[in-house]
């Protein structure tokens, strides 16, 4: 098991930039994979970033690429995501997510371990 806990959610204007952090307990954190998955009001969870065990892979969705970027420090079991550039749309619960494989790392579905997620509001 993987317990987790973000932080760094907040109130920003638009173009601005914000990170969030996540602290992953547990003996063998770089064993999993760590996601960032976003829900909006009224919305379905969509992915947003994934990187794998030894972080020398990332992936976004397209929405995002350019402007967040995900990484790791597996010395400090802690897994970030910088985002730069926001725009209102960004505005979501961003949940800080794990799972085992590297595979169907797009797939909000593969996640199952989550945090309680981080509110990011982003005003135009």
């Known amino acids: 098991q993987v317990q987790l806990v973000e932080s760094g959610g907040g109130l920003v204007q638009a173009g601005g930039s914000l990170r969030l952090s996540c602290a992953a307990s547990?003996?063998?954190?770089?064993?999993?994979?760590m996601g960032w998955i976003r829900q909006a009001p009224g919305k379905e969870r969509e992915f947003v970033a994934a990187i794998t065990w030894s972080g020398a892979n990332t992936y976004y969705r397209d929405s995002v690429k350019g402007r967040f970027t995900i990484s790791r420090d597996n010395g400090k079991n802690t897994v970030y995501l910088q985002m730069n550039s926001l725009k209102p749309e960004d505005t979501a619960v961003y949940y800080c997510t794990a799972k085992r494989y590297n595979n169907n790392l797009n797939d909000v579905d593969a996640y199952n371990y989550w945090g309680q997620g981080t509110q990011v509001t982003v005003s135009s």
């Open positions: 547990g003996r063998s954190f770089s064993n999993y994979v």
